[in-house]
C-alpha cells in the first residue's frame, strides 16, 4: 500500500485506466463475437472500428490491429460479403468535381527587398552609374 500522496494518487490513476481499458477490450470482443455469429458488412466495419479506437489508445500494436483485421477480412471474403465503402465514394465524387486553382507564386524576403532597394534608388533618381560620374565629375574640379 502506498504511503506517500503522489504513489497514492497514481495508484488511483492506474486502476481506472485499467478499468478504462478492460471495457475497450470487452467492446471489441463483443463485436469481434457478433461479426462471428452474423458476418455483415455492418459489423465488419464495426469490429475494424473497434481495432482503430484501441490503436488510437494505444491499448494495442497498430500491426497488431492491422494483422486482426487482415484475419476479419479474409473471413467476410469466404463469406462473400463486399466491405462498406459508401464514405469513400461520397469523397471521390467531390474530389472530381472540383477544380484547384493553381497556387500564386510566392516572392522569398531576400527578392522583395532587394526590389524596395531598387524602387528607393528609382525614386532618387540616381544610380551606380550616375554616383560615380558625379564623383569623378567633382575630383577634376
Request: proline share 3%; aromatic share 2%; net charge positive.
Amino acid at each position: 500500500m502506498p504511503i506517500i500522496k503522489s504513489a497514492k494518487k497514481a495508484a488511483r490513476q492506474a486502476e481506472k485506466r485499467t478499468e478504462h481499458n478492460k471495457q475497450i477490450k470487452k467492446t471489441i470482443k463483443t463485436a469481434l463475437k457478433e461479426f462471428k455469429a452474423h458476418p455483415t458488412a455492418e459489423n465488419l466495419a464495426k469490429v475494424q472500428s473497434e481495432y482503430d479506437k484501441a490503436v488510437k489508445k494505444d491499448l494495442i500494436k497498430k500491426n497488431t490491429a492491422s494483422r486482426r483485421k487482415a484475419a476479419l477480412a479474409k473471413i467476410a471474403k469466404a463469406a462473400n460479403i463486399k466491405p462498406a465503402s459508401a464514405k469513400k465514394s461520397a469523397n471521390t465524387t467531390t474530389a472530381k468535381s472540383t477544380k484547384k486553382e493553381p497556387a500564386a507564386k510566392k516572392t522569398s524576403s531576400k527578392t522583395t527587398a532587394k526590389t524596395a532597394k531598387a524602387t528607393k534608388s528609382a525614386a532618387k533618381g540616381t544610380t551606380k552609374k550616375s554616383t560615380t560620374a558625379k564623383s569623378a565629375a567633382k575630383k577634376t574640379k
